[in-house]
């Protein structure tokens, strides 16, 4: 078998089955969101978690499409296209949880954090995941769709550098949410993990 047909089928295997444990997980948060989104209200489906993570993942199949259709034009491999709309598909949904105002935005003022690894145990499994998991794509595919990324340690700074934007934000915006400097590690440190596990896909065979 070629080896660039079993690299494709082990990595969308490895990520249809990583979405399946996701949507097994959270299924009936997911859906208490569904009848809102449905009806294509904006306050309860795109200013909620449940709704953006909804909405992210019945989106999957345009986004496969898109893939196809990139590949298909441009005469690229499928890799980069993948990586093209992976990238981005996989971070702004995500960014933009993090920019959901809390119930005191605005009239809170800006809280900071600068004691490492003192938020980390109040943060609980689903806290520490979903910081890893903020710039996991942009660790994943950056690396496959620029050859200047292509280090562990370069993504280690690039996912930091963008958490530390989006924890800026959080501070000036007043959006009632805390800005860590836990968050920054674990954002960087879940995109550096994605990196090592993309680096057979760095470069085409």
Request: include cysteine; proline fraction near 6%; charged fraction near 10%.
């Amino acid at each position: 078998m070629n080896h660039s047909v079993s690299l494709r089928r082990l990595f969308l295997g490895l990520v249809v089955l990583g979405l399946a444990c996701a949507v097994y997980t959270v299924r009936q948060p997911l859906m208490m969101s569904a009848p809102t989104c449905l009806a294509g209200r904006w306050h309860g489906c795109l200013d909620t978690e449940n709704g953006v993570l909804l909405t992210m993942l019945a989106g999957l199949p345009l986004a496969a499409l898109m893939v196809w259709t990139l590949s298909r034009r441009r005469g690229t491999t499928w890799r980069l296209s993948l990586a093209e709309v992976g990238l981005v598909y996989g971070t702004l949904p995500l960014v933009w949880l993090t920019l959901l105002p809390g119930p005191g935005a605005g009239v809170v003022p800006g809280r900071v954090s600068l004691v490492p690894l003192r938020d980390v145990v109040t943060m609980g499994s689903i806290g520490i995941g979903g910081n890893l998991l903020l710039f996991a794509a942009l660790g994943c595919f950056a690396p496959v769709r620029f050859a200047a990324l292509a280090s562990v340690p370069r993504v280690l700074a690039l996912g930091a550098a963008c958490s530390v934007l989006v924890e800026t934000a959080q501070f000036v915006l007043r959006l009632d949410r805390v800005s860590s400097v836990d968050d920054v590690l674990l954002n960087a440190a879940g995109a550096a993990l994605a990196a090592a596990a993309s680096r057979p896909w760095w470069r085409g065979p």
